[in-house]
């Protein structure tokens, strides 16, 4: 968060609910910081999953965000 008004590049951030390494607040402040300075910014939140999702749904959820992620800024 020290650094977080030098960030203008679009951030996509999943989060697992019960992530113990990093804690969820961190990722709501993150991105509440993000969307305060104008940066294009989402946040997704898996219940129930840690660092890691490892339910299939999830996995494919947040690998299918990376990809829309990637053709939406990357393909300009």
Do not use: C, S
């Not at 951030?11 to 990093?22: A, F, N, S, W």
């Not at 999830?58 to 053709?71: A, C, E, G, S, T």
Request: no cysteine; aromatic share 10%.
């Amino acid at each position: 968060m020290t650094f977080a008004g030098n960030i203008k590049t679009p951030t996509l951030i999943q989060h697992g609910e019960k992530d113990e390494r990093v804690p969820l607040a961190q990722g709501q402040e993150l991105y509440a910081a993000l969307k305060r300075l104008g940066v294009p910014a989402e946040f997704a939140v898996y219940p129930r999953q840690a660092h890691n999702p490892q339910e299939p749904r999830m996995q494919r959820d947040v690998l299918q965000r990376n990809v829309d992620w990637f053709n939406r800024w990357l393909k300009k």
